[in-house]
């Protein structure tokens, strides 16, 4: 059984950078495509931004020039980094792994940017 579980978050100022983390077990996350996900309350969750398993990535507008994410395979960890935060980016962000059968969700951890 696959588990994910993020980390990172936290209430930040805005212009200020959070460094969120997904840890993996139970299933290497190599040759796995991965992504960020983040849903507020009342709204749809979005699609933040995805790494394949080359390390390609793709971001949202919204978030393209401050956020970055990334991959450690050899730590089972996916990260995502983000500067300049601002208010619209508070939300539950949540990780996600794409598997063969079926995808795999994390819990979610919360980031809160005030203004």
């Known amino acids: 059984q696959v588990q994910l579980v993020e980390s990172g978050g936290g209430l930040v100022q805005a212009g200020g950078s959070l460094r969120l983390s997904c840890s993996a077990s139970?299933?290497?996350?190599?040759?796995?495509?991965m992504a960020w996900y983040r849903q507020a309350p009342g709204k749809q969750r979005e699609l933040v931004a995805t790494i394949g398993s080359r390390g390609t990535t793709i971001y949202a507008d919204s978030v393209k020039g401050r956020f970055d994410i990334s991959r450690d395979n050899g730590k089972n960890t996916m990260y995502l980094q983000m500067n300049n935060l601002k208010p619209e980016d508070t939300a539950t962000y949540l990780c996600?792994?794409?598997?063969?059968?079926?995808?795999?969700w994390g819990q979610g951890t919360q980031v809160t940017v005030s203004s």
């Open positions: 139970g299933r290497t996350i190599t040759n796995k495509p």
């Open positions: 996600k792994l794409d598997d063969v059968l079926r995808d795999y």
